[in-house]
């Protein structure tokens, strides 16, 4: 069997297979130079701009064993030199309190460069900047600085205040018992007060002066023959004993409801000091009152 049909039929595509093993290369090749050729120009560019992190971008890539020597020799100095110079700020964020916070997003000029505190140095560009943090649940707080080339760990302290914009929150009010009351003794007090023991001091005079009576007609031994109008008389003073009693005890049960029942009201109120004067088969209530 004869192989040259088939020979002739693949002759064809390995040749353009070489081909582009050999074009290839060099295309890519050219691709490499052309990159690093623009980051070191860019780099130059970016670095007399003080944009020192673009810099070192395109300085990373002009350093690379794909491109030039001579390209390699310069740009790796310009390399340390850009790393030397970029400036770094150490964050420190407290609440008003002095509690130290880490859940903080640290924004330069508008761009978030940290999600969190760690400790960490961040690293920005020389220059003036916007620095702006936040927290959740407390405000923003922003600063001006200027960070200078070469400054490494510069320490920024942010505290973050509470908000004290808004209507202020409504005051709880505050209890009665808190508040500097008094608690006077009505009036009625001291006139029920008289009057219980009013009644009670006429109970005594005539259930004793009745039960007197009572116990003069027994010594007579006059029962059942007695004088009417005497027993009359002693049934009328025990009578109106027990009806003086029963006053008495009523009037003084409600005064002391209305003592024990008695509100609280500001000491600037006027006060009423009632006062109570006994004597003897009588009882007189006086009131005295200040305003």
């Known amino acids: 069997m004869s192989l040259k049909p088939i020979t002739r039929r693949f002759y064809a595509p390995v040749a353009l297979v070489g081909v582009m093993a050999t074009v290839f290369p060099t295309v890519s090749r050219a691709d490499d130079v052309q990159a690093c050729i623009e980051a070191h120009e ?9 944009k020192l992190l673009d810099a070192r971008q395109s300085l990373l890539t002009c350093v690379r064993d794909t491109c030039p020597t001579i390209l390699q020799k310069e740009c790796a100095p310009w390399l340390t ?12 964020a407290r609440r008003a309190d002095g509690t130290e916070l880490y859940e ?3 924004l330069v000029d ?3 460069v940290a999600s969190t505190l760690d400790g960490r140095a961040i690293e920005v560009d020389p220059g003036p900047h916007v620095l702006r943090f936040e927290t959740d649940g407390l405000p923003p707080v922003e600063q001006e600085t ?4 070469g400054i490494k760990n510069h ?3 942010v505290v973050f205040e509470s908000t004290s914009s808004g209507p202020p929150a409504p005051l709880e009010p505050t209890p009665d018992v808190d508040r500097d009351t008094i608690r006077p003794v009505p009036t009625m007090v001291y006139v029920l007060g008289g009057v219980g023991i009013a009644g009670l001091a006429t109970s005594v005079y005539f259930e004793a002066r009745g039960l007197s009576k009572r116990s003069d007609l027994d010594a007579q031994g006059c029962k059942p023959f007695c004088s009417t109008s005497d027993v009359d008389a002693a049934k009328r003073d025990i009578l109106i004993g027990d009806i003086a009693l029963g006053a008495g005890l009523v009037s003084l049960g409600a005064a002391t409801y209305f003592y024990l029942s008695r509100p609280s009201v500001p000491t600037s109120t006027a006060s009423v000091q ?10 007189m209530a006086f009131v005295q009152g200040s305003f």
């Open 42 to 50: 860019h780099a130059q560019v970016a670095r007399k701009e003080g």
């Open 81 to 92: 030199e850009v790393n030397s110079s970029i400036p770094t700020i150490s964050v420190i």
């Open 104 to 106: 903080v997003r640290v």
């Open 110 to 112: 508008g761009r978030q």
């Open 146 to 149: 200027v960070f200078r080339e």
């Open 155 to 157: 320490e920024v302290m």
């Open 274 to 283: 009632p006062s109570l004067d006994l004597r003897k088969h009588t009882a």
